[in-house]
């Protein structure tokens, strides 16, 4: 069952010209540390490893003042990327990986998507169980079908070649565009590392902003509470509910998100 994620501690959000966020906007897709911004922004006053030591550490502050602030996120340990937005109106938040250098994303939310080549595979926490189930979505043939085992705490790697004897944690998933060793992701409770071995094609990673998620939460409730248990997994009655939603109350939901928030209710 989805769970909203906490909030970060209210920061006053930074002015719009901060010169920090003009470096992220100008690449949003480029991940920096706070030694290359330090370069960047030309903040070093003298060559004195102790002030350059101490610039680093200021700006390092303010990146994860950045950071709490909802502005930009820590993909790993020290680096920071623009945050952005595949979609406000549906609540997705959108980042891609790999094919433009930059390998590494985090996330924090019981719910996503991992668009591999062809593929959309779908992660949703299990509290119950404690773990969490994955479908894979072929857009290419229109067939879904789920994984067997089921994701908990770990490191696991996904790619279309055969695992090797005796290797664990090795998905191995078929399609159009998948490298061999194609992305890793990394999950402990609900906060998940993504990793993308430099492929040509890249990794796109969708999920809902906290407020996406309570609303896709109250959505899916509203789905059940209106349908008849026996058509609670019937994919045309969740579609229509979506789109009676958007013509009489305004509210615009990604129509394969929706139905992942109601599978996490059935769970």
């Known amino acids: 069952m989805l769970s909203a994620a906490p909030h970060a501690p209210p920061v006053a959000s930074p002015e719009p010209k901060d010169p920090i966020l003009k ?15 330090v370069k960047i922004l030309k903040l070093q006053p003298t060559k004195d490893p102790q002030k350059q030591a101490e610039a680093v550490a200021a700006l390092t502050a303010k990146l994860r003042q950045l950071t709490a602030a909802g502005r930009i996120t820590e993909v790993a340990e020290g680096v920071f990327k623009a945050r952005l937005f595949f979609d406000k109106e549906e609540s997705i938040e959108h980042a891609y990986i790999g094919g433009r250098g930059n390998p590494w994303y985090r996330l924090r939310s019981p719910l996503f998507r991992l668009n591999i080549g062809v593929l959309s595979l779908f992660c949703v926490k299990d509290n119950k169980a404690g773990d969490w189930k994955m479908t894979v979505r072929d857009t290419t043939i229109g067939k879904d079908y789920g994984l067997v085992q089921p994701l908990r705490d ?14 664990g944690h090795y998905m191995q998933i078929d399609g159009k565009y998948i490298a061999k060793k194609h992305v890793t992701i990394t999950i402990s409770g609900e906060d998940v590392a993504v990793e993308d071995h430099e492929t040509q094609h890249g990794t796109r990673i969708d999920f809902l902003t906290p407020e996406g998620l309570v609303r896709y939460t109250e959505g899916a409730k509203a789905f059940l509470q209106a349908t008849d248990p026996k058509d609670h997994r019937d994919p045309v009655k969740r579609g229509r509910f979506v789109l009676e939603r958007l013509l009489h109350d305004h509210q615009d939901f990604d129509t394969s998100f929706f139905s992942a928030a109601v599978d996490s209710l059935l769970l």
Do not use: D, I, R
């Not at 770990?154 to 290797?167: H, I, L």
């Open 154 to 167: 770990g490191a696991y790697t996904f790619g279309s070649q055969p695992p090797e004897a005796g290797q």
């Open 23 to 37: 470096v992220f906007t100008a690449e949003p897709h480029h991940a920096y540390t706070a030694e290359e911004l």
